[in-house]
């Protein structure tokens, strides 16, 4: 159904616009009085199997959204209903911004991808934090970046002005270093220029956080040299950071691409982490997740949590609720109480 519907009317339009009516049309939905109840109750994780501790808090599965598709906050209530364990908006930046120009979202459907320009196109991190503080229950993160017009002298007070108004909203907060979108952005993931900026950030959610210690990660290109993997690898491990998303879009021309193609070097990356870091680090795999079966072998490869972003895109509303299924039905195949126990699986056997 959804891919005829797909097809017949959101195929037709421009990616970004078809992104923009689909999820107002949800956002519209779940505002319906008992509608975002009825949605949980068909879609949300219930299997006890599927539970996963992370950030502090027990999450109901272990899939989430990435970052990108709810930049300002909009509507993580709506989403999760519709069945993943957590929701990460962003990217948002300390100044509102529009982005890059349109056209800035392209399919390409033969390869199940998506080419993204858009440039941290947000209402900035104020008007998140106030969304955010308003929202309902269920695991919500936030992943910064640097505004554009800020030089980059100016970019670790940039990243803490965001931190310090969002920090007592959300469950966890990641730091976009690698964003082919922004000029400059994919510099900071030098180890040299990274350690201040999250030494920073982190006494940021400190201080706006005092009471609870909000966690704090890093989200890495693809693209990095594995020598650079794991120099980053290193410095999270030194500067007690919580966790490693692992990994952004893959660079191309006009863009950076998301979906099938980035696949192997997502898990290539994910494996080169959990062989560094053990489990010292919340490992969150993000990159060509289209199945259960994808998510699963990430979840052996060493990852406590998955995201998807262009999975959901063409699986449509109801993919969450399908992979989780399936997902539970794998660890009940495989004789285990939870599928913590699936987490690094790979590494542990070949050890």
Same mark, same amino acid.
């Given at each position: 159904?959804?891919?005829?519907?797909?097809?017949?009317?959101?195929?037709?339009?421009?990616?970004?616009?078809?992104?923009?009516?689909?999820?107002?049309?949800?956002?519209?939905?779940?505002?319906?009085?008992?509608?975002?109840?009825?949605?949980?109750?068909?879609?949300?994780?219930?299997?006890?199997?599927?539970?996963?501790?992370?950030?502090?808090?027990?999450?109901?599965?272990?899939?989430?959204?990435?970052?990108?598709?709810?930049?300002?906050?909009?509507?993580?209530?709506?989403?999760?209903?519709?069945?993943?364990?957590?929701?990460?908006?962003?990217?948002?930046?300390?100044?509102?911004?529009?982005?890059?120009?349109?056209?800035?979202?392209?399919?390409?459907?033969?390869?199940? /991808?998506?080419?993204?320009?858009?440039?941290?196109?947000?209402?900035?991190?104020?008007?998140?934090?106030?969304?955010? $503080?308003?929202?309902?229950?269920?695991?919500?993160?936030?992943?910064?970046?640097?505004?554009?017009?800020?030089?980059?002298?100016?970019?670790?007070?940039?990243?803490?002005?965001?931190?310090? $108004?969002?920090?007592?909203?959300?469950?966890?907060?990641?730091?976009?270093?690698?964003?082919?979108?922004?000029?400059?952005?994919? !510099?900071?993931?030098?180890?040299?220029?990274?350690?201040?900026?999250?030494?920073?950030?982190?006494?940021?959610?400190?201080?706006?956080?005092?009471?609870?210690?909000?966690?704090?990660?890093?989200? *890495?290109?693809?693209?990095?040299? !594995?020598? !650079?993997?794991?120099?980053?690898?290193?410095?999270?491990?030194?500067?007690?950071?919580?966790?490693?998303?692992?990994?952004?879009?893959?660079?191309?021309?006009?863009?950076?691409?998301?979906?099938?193609?980035?696949?192997?070097?997502?898990?290539?990356?994910?494996?080169?982490?959990?062989?560094?870091?053990?489990?010292?680090?919340?490992?969150?795999?993000?990159?060509? *997740?289209?199945?259960?079966?994808?998510?699963?072998?990430?979840?052996?490869?060493?990852?406590?949590?998955?995201?998807?972003?262009?999975?959901?895109?063409?699986?449509?509303?109801?993919?969450?609720?399908?992979?989780?299924?399936?997902?539970? /039905?794998?660890?009940?195949?495989?004789?285990? /109480?939870?599928?913590?126990?699936?987490?690094?699986?790979?590494?542990?056997?070949?050890?």
């Amino acid at each position: 159904m959804y891919r005829f519907l797909y097809w017949l009317v959101l195929g037709r339009l421009p990616a970004e616009a078809a992104h923009r009516v689909s999820f107002a049309l949800l956002r519209a939905l779940v505002a319906v009085p008992g509608m975002r109840a009825l949605i949980a109750r068909l879609c949300a994780p219930r299997d006890p199997a599927l539970r996963v501790r992370a950030f502090g808090r027990e999450l109901p599965g272990p899939l989430g959204l990435a970052a990108g598709f709810d930049k300002d906050a909009l509507g993580s209530d709506a989403l999760l209903a519709l069945g993943f364990g957590f929701v990460e908006v962003g990217t948002v930046t300390a100044q509102a911004q529009p982005g890059n120009a349109k056209p800035r979202l392209f399919r390409r459907m033969a390869e199940r /991808a998506l080419v993204n320009r858009m440039g941290f196109n947000n209402e900035g991190a104020v008007a998140a934090a106030r969304r955010l $503080a308003r929202r309902g229950a269920g695991v919500v993160g936030v992943n910064i970046g640097k505004t554009r017009a800020v030089a980059e002298d100016g970019a670790i007070e940039d990243y803490a002005r965001s931190a310090a $108004a969002l920090a007592p909203h959300v469950d966890y907060l990641v730091v976009n270093v690698s964003s082919p979108n922004t000029p400059g952005l994919r !510099d900071l993931q030098a180890v040299d220029k990274l350690r201040p900026l999250l030494a920073r950030v982190r006494g940021a959610c400190d201080v706006a956080s005092p009471l609870r210690r909000v966690p704090l990660l890093v989200k *890495i290109a693809p693209d990095l040299a !594995d020598e !650079d993997v794991d120099a980053v690898a290193d410095l999270a491990v030194e500067l007690g950071l919580d966790g490693i998303v692992a990994t952004n879009t893959t660079k191309v021309d006009g863009g950076g691409l998301s979906g099938r193609p980035l696949k192997a070097r997502a898990l290539a990356v994910l494996r080169r982490l959990r062989a560094r870091v053990g489990e010292r680090l919340v490992l969150v795999a993000v990159g060509g *997740i289209e199945s259960a079966e994808d998510a699963w072998e990430r979840i052996r490869a060493g990852a406590t949590l998955v995201q998807a972003y262009t999975g959901f895109v063409y699986g449509g509303p109801l993919w969450p609720r399908r992979v989780h299924r399936e997902l539970a /039905a794998r660890v009940h195949a495989e004789g285990m /109480a939870t599928i913590g126990e699936a987490v690094g699986a790979e590494a542990k056997r070949a050890a």
